[in-house]
């Protein structure tokens, strides 16, 4: 059967490049980077010039990167890192859950917790009114891992600024595919699964002169931050994930909006199927659509069927039968969101296999509506 992969948002395959790069790292080069012989030195050469790549590609300064294990570890870092009880921390109603379940964790800790609504776009509202004299940190998601909604971080840093706020932002699904630069930004969560580099790397970008409390403690590894052995291999293919983002990203950004648009054109003429989040706004990998009186699950399954991979929100939420709050943030009642279907392209994704999507989700709706109450 054929095998079309549409779910990119949850991760990427390793670019071979990537995979040749991390390969020696296993077996032959394998010191530990914190080693004063030469097998560690080695291994700390090739750790810093990941480090400089990953900082390039948001204009930040080597020293500036802390790397870790996931995206999940750098936002529980930069919020724990930062708060303390009696603090003021402002996300997102559209969070990913690693941070709206850590703003919940804090909140038990006494840290009070302000969830900004968004508008039927999915832009968020009301930053300058919800801030108080206590608030330490505003941490809202760069681009959205269900609607792909990009959010202006230049305007929200800047709004920090004024106030003399710390801003976070969770840049996991942006993160090389669309260019950032850190000027008005405090920390930055980028991860490497998402942009074909492996499991298990991620880093947070903290601001120079900000002091962060760590999650772990151990050794000196990452100024401290983040103590433990380095993932020499993985961190490696994170650095060449993120060489490669960088010199191809305006290719495949074009191909991606390219492939995109044109499911979006053609799954709109369906009746009784609309876009989730804005339209133009948005990622170029990522099409979030709402069907009518159809269960999304329902359709991931049958699609599944079929060869095609996507999915209905965030992978971390699938085994969760409630509705997405993302989506009933932006103003979607439940029905509605559990109609929902996230479509998520890549750099590998062919018009070929966008065509065999598009016949196949016709043909899936139409067999669906039939056996729909709901007509
Ligand atoms: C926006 C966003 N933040 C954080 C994460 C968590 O990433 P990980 O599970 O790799 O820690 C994800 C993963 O889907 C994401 O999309």
Redesign the pocket.
Known sequence: MKKVYLDY??TTPVDERVFKKMMPFFSQKYGNASSLHSFGQESKLVLEGAREKVADLISASSEEIIFTS????S?NLALKGLLKKGDHLIISSIE?H??EETANYLKREGVLVTKLEVDKKGFVKDLQKNIQKNTVLISI?HAS?EIGVIQDIEKIGKIAKKNNILFHT?A??SFGKVPIDVKYIDLL?A?S??IYGP?GA?CLYVKKGIKLTPLLHGGGQEQGLRPSTYNISAIVGFGKAAEIAGKEMEKDYNHQVFLRDKIIEEALKIKGCYLNGDNQKRLPNNINLRFSGIEGEALVIKLDLEGIAVSTG???ASAKLEPSSVLLALGLKPHQAHGSLRISLGKYTTEKEIDYFLKILLKSVKELKQISPYK
Request: glycine content about 0%.
């Open positions: 948002s949850a996931s995206a999940t570890e936002n990913h690693c941070v998601i891992n969770d996991a699904q969560t991860s699964h998402k499991k991620a965030s992978a971390c």
